[in-house]
């Protein structure tokens, strides 16, 4: 099963080395990674999604909170959570198509950001889901694609704070 | 008090209360060897390769509880001692292994002798640190003997690039007491309510085992462990780590486990009705294969590190807790407990056991023409009476230790379980020698492993560690030759050790004893001369063995603990 894990670590050189080579080193597999500082700049939030059993999920969670650097984590798909990632792609967009283009991107409440007479970036927010859809969906040619990785909040008043 | 980073460095051991410091100098740490000079406080084991120093340090941890602590150069010193590193980790041995590096401008510039030592270390260590302010390196220092020696115990790097430990910069130094870190809080109490389920279970058992291993040790637990095993009545095997936690002497020691293990502990684990896993990770070489694992238990597991627990094997009653401190909660409820254990059950189960216990899986040819190894290490135990501290190698030799050796106290064995590292005899040997002034440590080996730390020989001569090397000489890697026996159709592929050296003359060239002993007949009167005329002496006994010994009873891979070889010529029992 998919899953997506929060982890709040120090802020410290090494600290994503740490969590990414358990992973390697343990050979569980990483689908997608998000880190940047929180509200507190000695502290760094990673979202993780991975797969595996349950068995394998334990042992994860496990193995992440015996590193030093780890002060605390979540895994978010055991409760009520929303997740989002951020995509931005640029599309060729030439004559008729820019219009259809436009269209598709409203669908999908996305933005286009940067236009030229021949391109648009267009920037989308969702479930990763979402972006596999918008993707699949769109009919011009992909010039290029860029995806912040999976992040994730708990919805209510559960939140993960040390 | 003002000093340098050199200085601080150096102190702060003196403050932490380190009595050695096993290293050797380079480029990178000339400002702590200088600082060192200038001090008496802790003092300095030069080593002649850094996997000796890591080893060394290892050694002398293991027997007094104490961590280790290394000190060596940037780049190779580094990487000569990350065998060793990884050796502590696997055993989950405190250690503090301070490293030098490049200048803080130079790093990332492969400077000279200059590798990514954090980098490096960091799957094989508990934790590392990079100083990069002379501020931090008290603090850091402290952090990394906190990480150490809490929790489940590991080696910790502190990697300090030189221009940290230059002299001119001098700033105010006082000793950290103590640290908190907020994301390192290991736990200690085990849960009472878990505890309680696992009395309910342990008073219910039929068909009773109690499974030990290294954490026994680790946290000091022996003399609860001896209680606890005394008050149920129960049997108790140990693991390769857990050896001397439960006394070998004692009639409820079933003797170790697993693939080398005895009949009886095996044959009991494979019918028990409940396992008691206390301080032991369910590693491959004692389970077998994981499906056929004890079919019938319900098994507890006690463990300081949540991690271990439902890894390999499920458990039905995990506690997390530091094993000496769930231990002394078990026996305070089973004190209080109204219920009993059902003693007529016990009984029948003891009596099974002693029908297994009549196989005497541990016979070997005693009209041998031959030296055999067992009869080599029975000696042993006979002359040093089960007192002497003894480290091995890897190997055939290490297994016979494990059987033959009957270890009564903790801390008396000293070997590379998890890593299976061999060249780790010797230099280990000189850590517990140090320890231990004036006691017995023996190092058993083969004539392979030796040769992997055989220059600290030297180191021996240098401080006078009158250690004595038992080499169980059979002219191949033992274990090696065994399983090419068993798996490749006697196929020896390289496991021949062609071109050995005079070990006598070798040992005599370091100003040491060498003795070469070649018939059954002298190896009493060898070993009575080592630990009696030549007691002050390092001696190297070279034993002559038999070739084709092997290690028996034994599991093969994919097997469960019912499935044992006993010899070659008894197939599965």
């Given amino acids: 099963m998919r899953h997506i894990i929060s982890i709040i670590v120090e802020n410290e050189s090494g600290a994503l080395a740490r969590v990414s080579g358990l992973f390697f080193a343990r050979a569980y597999n990483i689908e997608s990674l998000a880190v940047a500082p929180t509200e507190d700049p000695s502290l760094s939030r990673i979202t993780l999604v991975t797969r595996g059993s349950d068995d394998m999920i334990e042992q994860i969670t496990k193995q992440l909170n015996k590193l030093i650097d780890v002060v605390k984590l979540v ?12 995509m931005m792609i640029k599309l060729q967009a030439i004559g008729d198509a820019r219009e259809e283009v436009m269209r598709m991107v409203n669908i999908f409440r996305g933005r286009i950001i940067d236009v030229t007479s021949t391109t648009y970036v267009v920037e989308l927010t969702g479930s990763g889901d979402k972006l596999d859809a918008f993707i699949k969906t769109v009919d011009v040619p992909i010039l290029e694609t860029v995806r912040s990785g999976v992040t994730g909040i708990a919805r209510g008043e559960k939140a993960l704070v040390i | 008090m003002k000093l340098s980073g050199g200085e601080i460095l150096i102190q702060f051991l003196e403050d932490e209360g380190v009595e050695y410091l096993f290293g050797y100098p380079g480029g990178a740490v000339l400002h702590i060897y200088d600082a060192l000079y200038q001090q008496e406080a802790v003092k300095h084991i030069l080593v002649r390769h850094e996997q000796g120093a890591t080893h060394a340090a290892d050694g002398y941890a293991r027997s007094t509880g104490k961590p280790g602590v290394v000190l060596v150069t940037s780049g190779p010193g580094a990487t000569n001692a990350v065998t060793g590193i990884a050796t502590a980790h696997l055993d989950s041995i405190p250690m503090v292994i301070i490293t030098g590096q490049v200048a803080t401008p130079y790093i990332g510039s492969d400077a000279f002798q200059e590798v990514d030592s ?34 489940r115990p590991g080696p910790v790097v502190v990697d300090v690039p030189k221009d940290i430990t230059a002299p001119e910069i001098k700033i105010d130094y006082e000793y950290p007491k103590s640290v908190t870190m907020r994301s390192y809080n290991p736990v200690i109490k085990g849960h009472p309510k878990q505890a309680s389920k696992a009395v309910d279970l342990i008073l219910s058992a039929k068909r009773p085992v109690i499974y030990s291993g290294g954490g026994v040790v680790l946290s000091e637990a022996s003399e609860e462990l001896i209680e606890f095993t005394k008050m149920l009545g129960f049997p108790i095997t140990n693991t390769l780590m857990g050896l001397g936690s439960f006394p070998g002497t004692d009639p409820q020691f079933l003797g170790m486990l697993g693939m080398h293990g005895t009949y009886e502990a095996n044959m009991a684990m494979h019918q028990s009705d409940v396992l008691i896993a206390i301080g032991a990770r369910f590693d491959d070489r004692v389970t077998g294969d994981v499906e056929k694992f004890c079919p019938q238990a319900k098994i507890i597991h006690i463990d300081i590190d949540p991690s271990s627990i439902s890894k390999n094997v499920k458990v039905d009653i995990p506690i997390v807790g530091d094993v000496r401190a769930v231990l002394r909660e078990l026996i305070g409820q089973l004190k209080k407990s109204e219920s009993l254990s059902d003693k007529d059950a016990l009984s029948n189960w003891w009596n099974q056991i002693k029908e297994w216990q009549k196989e005497d899986c541990l016979h070997y040819d005693k009209k041998s023409a031959l030296i055999k190894p067992q009869f080599v290490l029975e000696k042993l135990l006979e002359i040093t009476q089960g007192e002497a501290h003894v480290t091995s190698d890897v190997g055939q030799h290490q297994m016979f230790v494990a059987q033959f050796y009957k270890f009564n106290k903790p801390r008396r064995w000293i070997n590379s379980g998890g890593l299976g590292t061999m060249g780790f005899g010797l230099p280990a040997a000189m850590g517990v020698q140090l320890a231990n002034p004036g006691e017995n440590v023996v190092c058993v080996t083969g004539e392979a492993s030796i040769q992997m730390c055989i220059q600290e020989l030297s180191t021996c001569m240098q401080y006078d560690l009158p250690i004595k090397i038992i080499n169980l000489n059979n002219r191949y890697m033992g274990m090696v030759r065994q399983w090419q026996e068993f798996i490749y159709e006697s196929r020896y592929s390289h496991s021949y050790m062609e071109a050995l050296p005079d070990f006598v003359k070798l040992a005599e060239s370091y100003n040491h004893i060498g003795i070469k002993i070649e018939n059954p007949a002298d190896v009493e009167p060898a070993l009575r001369e080592a630990f009696g005329k030549y007691k002050d002496r390092l001696v190297f006994l070279d034993f002559i063995t038999d070739q084709s010994e092997n290690v028996y009873p034994m599991i093969m891979t994919g097997q469960g603990h019912n499935e044992m070889y006993l010899s070659s010529a008894k197939g599965l029992a």
């Fill in chain 1, 75 to 86: 895994d978010l798909t055991e409760g009520s959570h929303i997740e989002r990632e951020m």
């Fill in chain 2, 118 to 151: 954090v980098g490096i270390t960091r799957p094989c260590t508990k934790h590392n640190f990079l100083v990069e302010r002379v501020e931090d390196l008290a603090i850091t220092l402290k952090k990394a003997f906190y990480v150490a020696c809490t929790g």
